[in-house]
């Protein structure tokens, strides 16, 4: 049937779903939900998309397809162009949706249909979400968890290395800061090896690696930038959107936020296809764990790190897990500028202790996978010479950033100060994150906080304890007040030998 | 935070949905698919709706919020006018949907609060598809089910009767025509009992009770007016939903349309709910089963009609389980208006065999129920000497209907014939209902088709099969098209004692 567009002149929100008439939907036999092709013949472009129904002919009458920004610019039409829309009923792959929710075990080819029919749109929200609890509820085997990396590496772009060593590193779990890997991939790339380092933008956090590196350098780059980035630096820090990698997993995420659903194998699929995707062959997983951390316990950790190991064997990735301290910030800049400040630092020698020194045991323990002697003392060279620097200034150059860097600070700032003596006891992860979000980060790449005291230091009454940094004062007041709501800091009094029964980092 | 309304001019297919900009997204610290508080102040009127973010600002800026239809006049705004917005945060409920999805019994209290923020449209349909996943794959328990069955009856309104029997039936399962509701429910109130009877308009079907019983009278009552009607006549024909019956369950039929996702404890529990909330004290269970049916085997449908059994005694139900032939269409007319043809034909005595003889089966059941003696008699007795016919036009004049009955047939007609000679094996029930739908019903009363051979019977080559009618020229050619795509009817030679190995009714 032929249907002239009209442009609704909203986006869908990342949705593919066009509106019909209700005249139309039955002439079709399709009901809201239904899936429908839609063609643009002149432009050679189509795409399945899913039908809502415009049942009381408010905006779209019959003859008409209401379409959101997204797709008009995918189908490449506009305002009343004549596009070509049939009825395509389910894909075959529902069925194995419904039998995952059964119990049954999915095959190689089943799962490889149902990523390729996600990639190509052909899933609603609600089909989508049935196929997350599915595999949460009847868990995915490691071995469909296998067949599920397998089929997300193809459902986008890949990288080739001729090395026989290719590095990568990821770690689980949203710790505020933490940014080890600005600081790691330059100290692997300065002693010769590859680390094609692709990662990703905020969600829920007040950024992400590839917002802070934004700061300095371009993060979007295309397939071929990067393979020239790495070619001449042996190692690049992108966003992995940017590469469309694994392309299947952006599908899958948006309907595991809503009840923050980590159907395990789907965690270990989404992470390790990342890495298979860009040709790595030595990958260190870093598993935060403790109060305030997505796994509560050591023993909780260690479950899951085993797991990662033995999908790396399947996938013939060698996979080593570390475990380390998630009970608070690892840096103290909050927020894209001021995290960028924190990474500088390190890469000059100085910088906050604890990103520091996560920095080197994880950059000690990768060289150590792939068998280099005196890893420590070669990693401590990198830093302290200014070697790792060189090399990071390198790689912003490269991406396009300039090699003389400016970081610009934001225009309000309000100090918080302690409102008694004692022990910091507790930073708030959530309520940290929370307050640099509303200050504007990582939309306002300068927006976020700093602080000024971490865990088991001694505070006085009146000493500041964190900066709030806001690019409007609207803003910047909307954040004081989540301070005031949340308490983001307890000061308290205990024995010093509380804070050292915390092993920092240990080794799988 | 105040925003001003921009009508977007769209209906959301029953979402409550709002659109707000990027900007004060960040301010409220609200991602998409996060809910908020909507409050009109000026009419006290509120309720909490989920956010989707322009993110492109294409045409909702800051300061401003976008509205769908159904908002707005719930929240009696329009264009321009202020409301006031905040941020709610999670329900409470939505850690019961994840405790259910894994495998926790839910309490009575927990299944209350779910039900009561489903009314409330405190869920996204992801959640509510979360909700589906875990009664599905971790199933409801009998009291788990006895506990939402009275949550959703709490949900809406309620009708109430002073007498010993009340009496109510229900089919579970799509069958073609088995308009038995509107011949069995005149039989049971000329003989002096109560049935007051709400039924659903079609979802996927070519028509419901409610759809071919508004061919003669309007179905869309008041509480009020249905209670006087019942009052006058002992019994009604109405829609369920203009009586805002177990409202909650139409949320959750919603959800579970796309997998065709029926979790049996919510099956149940929907159609219970809607019995209990009338006052039922006696239910008929029709369970059809067989080939194109829900339930593929007799041994199928008694698992499931041993708990609609066992469910009714937590509600204090008595609800007795009837296993019928769901093979083929029962009756003759498919749509509305065909379909009202032949129950006003069995009424007056004559009509399908089929239809009439499972009526009087229905009814006698329902009868023996309440300890009826000689029931049979008494139901052919209603139906042949016309007191049944009077009783059904009594009804139909009380709900506003006329008295003298003229049906409007179809502009555009096709018969459609046999191609060969022999024993009509099969009449494919998907493939008649969709070319009934693509004719236009139910929306158009007049459209669908007329069946002139049923199963068993002998056609010889040349016979009309069935005829299409339909109120357009396109929409008739539509069909003829879906005529020719999909074989209807499987014509072939078999000895007679193949049709006669079916055992058309069952008791439990």
Chains 1, 2 share one sequence.
Request: proline share 3%; glycine share 8%; net charge positive.
């Amino acid at each position: 049937m032929k249907l002239r567009v009209r442009d609704v002149d909203l986006s869908a929100g990342g949705n593919l779903v066009v509106i019909i008439s209700r005249a139309d939907a039955s002439l079709l036999d399709a009901f809201a939900g239904d899936r429908v092709l839609v063609k643009n013949s002149a432009a050679r472009k189509e795409t399945t998309a899913v039908i809502d129904i415009d049942v009381e002919n408010k905006r779209i009458k019959k003859g008409e397809i209401g379409i959101f920004e997204e797709l008009l610019r995918l189908l490449e039409v506009k305002d009343k162009d004549l596009v070509d829309v049939t009825y395509t009923g389910h894909p075959k792959s529902l069925q194995y949706i419904k039998d995952k929710l059964d119990g049954k075990r999915l095959s190689e080819s089943q799962i490889r249909e149902i990523v390729n029919d996600i990639v190509k749109n052909k899933f609603s929200d609600k089909e989508l979400t049935y196929f997350v609890s599915g595999c949460y509820t009847k868990e995915l085997s490691l071995k469909e968890a296998a067949y599920l990396t397998k089929a997300i590496v193809d459902s986008g772009n890949k990288l080739f290395f001729k090395a026989k060593f290719v590095l990568d590193k990821h770690c689980v779990g949203g710790i505020p800061n933490n940014r080890t890997t600005m600081i790691v991939t330059p100290i692997i790339a300065s002693l010769g090896y590859i680390m094609p380092k692709t990662s990703s933008r905020s969600i829920t956090s007040p950024a992400g690696t590839a917002d802070t590196m934004e700061v300095l350098a371009p993060v979007d780059l295309s397939h071929n930038k990067i393979s020239d980035v790495i070619k001449k630096s042996n190692a690049c820090i992108v966003w992995g959107g940017s590469m469309n990698l694994a392309a299947a997993d952006d599908y899958l995420i948006r309907v595991r936020h809503p009840l923050s659903l980590d159907p395990e194998g789907m965690l270990l699929a989404s992470i390790l296809a990342k890495k298979k995707a860009v040709g790595a062959t030595h990958v260190m997983i870093d598993i935060p764990y403790g109060y305030q951390s997505k796994f509560s316990s050591f023993k909780e950790a260690k479950k899951i790190g085993r797991k990662f190991v033995a999908l790396g064997k399947l996938l013939k990735m060698k996979v080593r897990v570390v475990y380390t301290d998630g009970s608070q910030p690892v840096g103290r800049g909050i927020g894209p500028t001021l995290e960028a400040t924190d990474v500088l630092s390190v890469l000059k020698g100085g910088g906050p202790k604890d990103l520091r020194e996560k920095s080197i045991f994880l950059a000690t323990e990768m060289l150590k996978m792939i068998g280099v002697k005196h890893a420590e003392d070669k990693v401590l060279d990198s830093l302290d010479t200014g070697k790792a620097y060189k090399k990071f200034l390198q790689i912003v150059e490269l991406q396009g950033g300039k090699r003389k860097i400016t970081l610009q600070y934001a225009k309000y700032s309000k100090e918080i100060k302690s409102k008694k003596t004692g022990h910091v006891i507790i930073i708030n992860n959530k309520g940290i994150s929370k307050i640099a979000r509303i200050a504007g980060a990582p939309e306002d790449k300068a927006a976020g906080l700093y602080l000024r005291a971490k865990k088991g230091e001694i505070v006085k009454k009146g000493q500041v304890l964190f900066t709030v940094y806001s690019e409007s004062k609207e803003k910047l007041e909307s954040a004081l007040k989540a301070v005031s709501d949340s308490e983001t800091f307890v000061i308290g009094n205990l024995p010093k030998s509380y804070f050292n029964r915390f092993n920092l980092f240990k080794r799988n």
